[in-house]
């Protein structure tokens, strides 16, 4: 193998979309994704046994389309890394399996990773190495968490995550509420553009005793119960729902929390470079009011393009790369599939 | 010739090696929650065994069960990947017809195989031997054992059915799960007679989930 230019091939099957990226390095040759988005959306949410045939069916096209659109035979791979967790287990185990089975039949090693390592460490594959440390907020329908990294192939400390709903699950229910089809995140986004801010919905875990005891966590279930009220009582006073401005005012207030906790973590921790990934850093006015306030603050903020920061295989494999260059051990051909690996465990 | 074989349907994890004249390796782990786990380093421990290396492979046959999805799975996504890889064919056969054929010896005549389909059902099929060879004579379904009939649920049974609901199942036969030696054979003896084999997994039940609009609708 290059050691200096390790090829590697990543599979993603924690959620709904089955993912097969390839790095060379730090350098992102494809990132092949098929979601069964629209199979869940029937069933207005993530069906997990919808997610896992979907997953067997897409498994190998996947890996074959990949490889045709990076111009890569499998035989020249020098190792394949999967997310081990956490996720759904049943969806977990399908790409487990597949990886063990590429690493088996072509005699590489299989690093078996975790998924918030992995959204961590796609922004090497486009914004250059990672700055040590790194504050990375990562916020999607599975996760919300405030993480330091101070090296993501060993070191990833939790500074705090939601205490009830994701950021993205908050999105999807308002979403719901509001009668805007699911997932919720982009039809909120869409809606709040052409609203305003007109309502003062609760800002989670913000103020006096929480700041003390959940400084950084996070908590959006009260949000959106308060959303819900407010939608009910306006149905039963007769008067018409303003769509737009309680779309807007719902999202400022989960981007107000999310932006406020995490410059004040770089601050405390020092670290000059906030890092924002998953589902939910697609969002227009969540990128707007990170990029302000760390404007102000002195951080320079990254931001993976929205491809990448949804789940794929080019995270999975960016980190890969990674575990290759700073020469970690494989992991064992008896490596599980771990639904709630904590995010501490880099590697299985 | 080297076949792969491999079936996660049942309890057991089971692989084994076929170099078309016999099988040349064979490993079963008994864990119907440790499929992620087992199936690699299993694969791994016959080829070891056996002297060969992945390359020799010439087909990979998995069972499409009917089984527990998850478990299910993890087999039929190996065999997939490997062949893949390897750039070699992959076939399926339906796992029960597998617990049949490990039943022909010791049965005669007409015979049931049911197996575990975890909340409170089980997968099953109607066969019958004759003259030495194994016939299936229903498609593979997934019942309430107390829901099939009184004369399905008294012929000879193979799998674990009987070792579940020992009451509805009477005479049970001494097969408990897949043993992909058998797998192997049976798929050798397939290929060569020209059968199609596709991979598929056997479900057999739809996701369990309502849609938006049947949720409305109730
Ligand atoms: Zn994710």
Redesign the pocket.
């Known amino acids: 193998m290059s050691a200096e230019q390790p090829l590697v091939l990543g599979i993603e099957t ?2 709904d979309e089955t993912g097969v990226g390839i790095v060379r390095g730090e350098t992102l040759l494809v990132d092949a994704v098929a979601s069964s988005v629209d199979d869940h959306a029937r069933f207005g949410g993530v069906v997990p046994e919808v997610a896992s045939r979907a997953h067997l069916e897409e498994m190998v096209p996947t890996i074959e389309r990949a490889c045709q659109q990076a111009g890569v035979e499998l035989r020249d791979l020098d190792a394949i890394s999967v997310t081990s967790g956490p996720g759904l287990a049943g969806s977990l185990m399908v790409g487990v399996a597949s990886a063990k089975a590429l690493a088996l039949s072509l005699g590489v090693p299989l690093y078996g990773v975790n ?2 390592a992995s ?1 961590v460490a796609v922004d090497i594959v486009e914004h250059g190495p990672l700055p040590e440390p790194t504050m990375a907020l ?1 916020v ?1 329908g ?2 919300s968490s405030l993480l330091l990294v101070p090296d993501v192939t060993s070191d990833i400390r939790s500074l705090g995550s939601t205490i009830d709903d994701a950021a993205g699950e908050a999105f999807d229910k308002v979403a719901r509420v509001l009668g805007l089809p699911f997932p919720g995140g982009p039809y909120i986004d869409r809606a709040a553009r052409e609203g305003e801010v007109t309502i003062d919905f609760p800002r989670g875990l913000t103020t006096g005793r929480d700041m003390e005891r959940h400084r950084f966590d996070f908590s959006f279930s009260g949000l959106k119960t308060a959303v819900s009220r407010w939608v009910q009582a306006r149905e039963a006073a007769g008067e018409p729902v303003p769509v737009a401005d309680v779309a807007a005012s719902f999202q400022e207030a989960v981007v107000d929390v999310l932006t406020r906790k995490a410059v004040l973590a770089c601050k405390e921790q020092g670290a000059q470079h906030l890092q924002i990934g ?2 939910v850093a697609a969002n227009s006015r969540l990128r707007a009011m990170a990029q302000s306030r760390c404007d102000d603050a002195g951080i320079e903020l990254r931001v993976p393009r929205p491809g990448l920061c ?2 794929n295989g080019a995270m999975v494999a960016a980190l890969g790369a990674q575990m290759v260059l700073k020469g970690r051990d494989a992991s064992r051909l008896d490596l599980p599939a771990d639904s709630s690996m904590p995010v501490t465990q880099i590697q299985a | 010739m080297v076949i792969l074989a491999i079936d996660t349907s049942t309890t057991a994890i089971t692989v084994a090696l076929h170099d078309d004249s016999d099988v040349i390796a064979a490993k079963s782990h008994l864990d119907a929650r440790a499929h992620t786990e087992w199936v690699a380093p299993l694969i791994a421990a016959c080829l070891d065994e056996s002297s060969r290396v992945p390359a020799d492979l010439t087909a990979v046959a998995v069972g499409n069960g009917p089984g527990p999805f998850t478990g299910l799975r993890v087999g039929i996504v190996t065999g997939l990947t490997m062949a893949h890889t390897l750039g070699i064919p992959a076939y399926g056969i339906c796992s029960l017809d597998v617990l049949a054929e490990q039943a022909a010896p010791i049965v005669d005549g007409e015979f049931v195989v049911a197996t575990d389909a975890r909340r409170k059902e089980v997968y099953w099929s109607r066969y019958a031997v004759r003259s030495g060879s194994v016939e299936r004579l229903t498609e593979p379904a997934v019942d309430r054992p107390g829901d099939l009939p009184e004369e399905v649920r008294s012929l000879p049974t193979v799998g674990r059915g009987p070792v579940l609901y020992p009451d509805l199942f009477p005479t049970s036969v001494p097969v408990l799960d897949v043993d992909a030696a058998v797998l192997a054979r049976l798929a050798v003896t397939r290929s060569k007679a020209g059968e199609p084999m596709p991979v598929e997994p056997l479900y057999l039940r739809r996701p369990d989930a309502l849609t938006t609009a049947e949720r409305a609708a109730k």
Do not use: W
């Open positions: 924690s959620c998924h918030l959204h990562l999607s599975g996760h998953g589902g949804t789940d």
